[in-house]
């Protein structure tokens, strides 16, 4: 891996020389000082007094230590430099060979080896470099408890340093991060009753537990005796950080076992987030932390957020999640269909099944409100299925009521086609219903197929082999054209409903339809427009062969008895016209 010169060059690197002869380190100075792309800034240490201050109250970025500095011993010492300066890289320079000593030096904790005798500007100011990267990389490099948990705390400056970094990049990213402050209620009693090592040895515990309900990019610190610090990156929306939340509360939800008893902990979580909460680690600390004591207040597990408006938010988004998983226990779902009609033939070629809830309190609750929770906490999946099966049956009765050859479609969110195990469920699924599966459609957006081509295309046709086949959902709105889509076994493509609504207002949306339709036909794939609204825009279509119309004009999403009402007065109307 390597970083952008730019980066190098931006920050000066830091560098603690510790050496007890002055001419040694105007040497060194004037080695390092011959590399083009360095311009380290070196201080001078020649005595263990200064030493212990420098290290513990400076910042540097790597140590460069003379082997003949030490008190005792090489390797005591060694150690002590490890631990007074937080594990910066110490790059031991000795008089005798590499393969004399290396490997010994580097065993008692340091970080690079350099002979005297051979040394140069190049093999020097190399060494700095790689150092500085690797300590570079490494604090950017969250994501892990780290040693810091797994030995007790990590310092303040060290924390603030990793928060720093982490504003830097969300500034940068254009994203937005949290900073979640946790500490855990009445741990003084814990204190007493189980003393200060088994005390200490749940919080790390807990810690350990905390982390495994974390994403890859977020880090997770003890920042004191009953404190930790998560700072939680690459934040797109409120929706991620109460995941996030909601995964520590439960987790914190467990009873943990110490010294063979179980225990149960509460804890209050503080969350400020940039840029809502400042742009500073001092003021976000200080105000997750102001937030954590308000959460103090509300007993039990609890959380509060320091901007009041995202304290709403989340709490609206916990309780809906909460909400949806009793819904699907509770049969309060239902599908809605809403009918696809062939433009030549004015038949109902088929139906979309869409999604509705039908919550307790607030009466129909349409998808886009509740799909994006689901697909963030996971609940999406099994209540894909649910769709799947629930469609299967009416797919059946269909059948039975007089209308074979009727095309079910489903939506297949994101995270469901990402489910390992879904082709094997859709199968069980099928297998179970007994239905034709050649009127079982799967719609599907590009960016879930285009994520992972390679996956997209064995599903596809492993499922297209049950005789299951596949749309092309919201079409024209990614970035993939339909020869990048060549290759998979989609048989239609849904014209995403923003062009069809801009028919009449813009010149674009006329040539982009005219486009995706003559080029669908091409490849031998059907056109269906979603969100036909008027007669004008139907007959843009029909001018241009679009094979089937959904969309207000002819029908709305319905509940399956109006369907079966819909259905009969067609097929009367049409019998009636022969
Ligand atoms: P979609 O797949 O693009 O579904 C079409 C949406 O357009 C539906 O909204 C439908 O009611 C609406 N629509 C149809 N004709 C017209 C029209 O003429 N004018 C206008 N303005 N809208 C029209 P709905 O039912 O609210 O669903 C919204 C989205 O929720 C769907 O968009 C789909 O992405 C998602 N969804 C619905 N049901 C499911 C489901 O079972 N699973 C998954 N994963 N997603 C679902
Ligand atoms: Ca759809
Ligand atoms: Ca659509």
């Known amino acids: 891996m390597t970083l952008p010169m730019e980066t190098m060059s931006s920050s000066q690197v830091r560098l603690l020389v510790l050496t007890p ?50 008190g005792d011993s090489e390797a005591a010492f060694l150690d002590y430099l490890n631990v007074a300066s937080n594990d910066k890289p ?11 000593r290396a490997p010994e030096l580097m065993a008692s904790g340091a970080a690079d080896y350099l002979c005297r005798q051979s040394l140069d500007s190049w093999s020097l100011a190399r060494s700095v470099k790689c150092l ?81 309900s974390l994403r890859r990019v977020d880090s997770l610190m003890r920042i004191g005796g009953d404190e930790l610090a998560i700072i939680v990156e690459k934040v797109e929306d409120s929706l991620d950080i109460t995941q996030i939340i909601r995964k520590l509360v439960s987790a914190l939800n467990d009873p943990v076992t110490v010294d063979g008893q179980s225990v149960v902990v509460s804890a209050s979580l503080g969350v400020a987030t940039y840029p809502e909460a400042g742009d500073s680690p001092e003021n976000l600390m200080r105000r997750a932390n102001r937030a954590m004591f308000e959460a103090k207040r509300d007993p039990g597990t609890s959380y509060r957020f320091y901007d009041r408006q995202l304290h709403i938010t989340a709490g609206y988004q916990l309780r809906l999640e909460a909400d949806l998983r009793n819904a699907l226990r509770g049969n309060e779902l239902e599908l809605y269909y809403q009918p696809r ?103 599907l957006t590009e960016s ?3 994520h992972d081509p390679e996956y997209a295309q064995r599903c596809l046709r492993e499922l297209n082999q049950l005789g299951i086949s596949f749309a092309l ?44 339709i003559s080029l669908a036909h ?25 094979d089937e119309i959904q969309g207000y004009y002819y029908a709305r999403p319905m509940p399956w008895q109006d369907l079966v009402h819909f259905l009969h007065n067609r097929s009367q109307a049409a019998c009636l016209q022969q």
């Not at 790059?91 to 393969?99: H, V, Y």
């Not at 924390?159 to 500490?183: I, K, S, T, V």
């Not at 990614?478 to 062009?499: A, C, E, R, T």
């Not at 091409?522 to 679009?546: D, K, N």
């Open 522 to 546: 091409s490849l031998q794939i059907s056109v269906v427009a979603e969100g036909v609204e008027t007669e004008g825009q139907l007959e843009f279509l029909r001018q241009q062969h679009c």
């Open 448 to 450: 879930a197929m285009m």
């Open 21 to 70: 002869e002055y001419p040694d380190f105007l040497w060194l100075q004037s080695l390092l000082a011959a590399d083009q792309e360095l311009l380290p800034d070196l201080v001078w240490c020649p005595d263990l007094i200064d030493c212990d201050d420098l290290i513990r109250h400076t910042h540097f970025d790597v140590i460069l230590w003379d082997c003949v500095f030490h």
């Open 90 to 100: 110490v790059l031991a320079l000795s008089g005798e060979t590499s393969a004399e």
């Open 341 to 443: 009609i062939d433009l030549a033939t004015e038949e109902v070629r088929g139906v979309e099944c869409l999604v509705r809830w039908n919550h307790p309190e607030r009466g129909l609750v349409g998808p886009d409100e509740f799909i994006p929770v689901a697909e963030r906490s996971g609940l999406i999946v099994p209540i894909g299925y649910w769709v799947i099966e629930q469609a299967c049956k009416r797919l059946q009765t269909s059948a039975e009521l007089g209308f074979p050859g009727l095309v079910f479609a489903v939506n297949l969110s994101f995270r469901q086609f990402h489910d390992r195990k879904m082709t094997e469920t859709i199968f069980r699924i099928i297998f179970n219903a007994n239905v034709d599966t050649s009127l079982l459609e799967l719609e």
């Open 132 to 212: 500085w990267y690797r300590g570079q990389l490494a604090g950017s490099a969250h994501g892990h408890l780290g040693r810091e948990v797994a030995s007790g705390f990590i310092n303040r400056d060290l924390f603030f340093d990793r928060l720093q970094q982490a504003l830097l990049r969300a500034e940068r990213g254009g994203h937005r991060l949290a900073l979640l402050h946790l500490n855990l209620d009445d741990f003084r009693s814990f204190n007493e009753s189980f003393g200060y090592q088994k005390s200490d040895q749940l919080v790390l515990k807990l810690a350990e537990r905390l982390r495994h």
């Open 473 to 516: 959902d919201d079409f024209g709105t990614g970035f993939s054209s339909l020869s990048n889509l060549q290759h998979l076994p989609i048989s239609l493509v849904k014209i995403d409903k923003s062009f069809v609504q801009e028919l009449g207002h813009s010149a674009d949306a006329e040539h982009i339809i005219r486009a995706i």
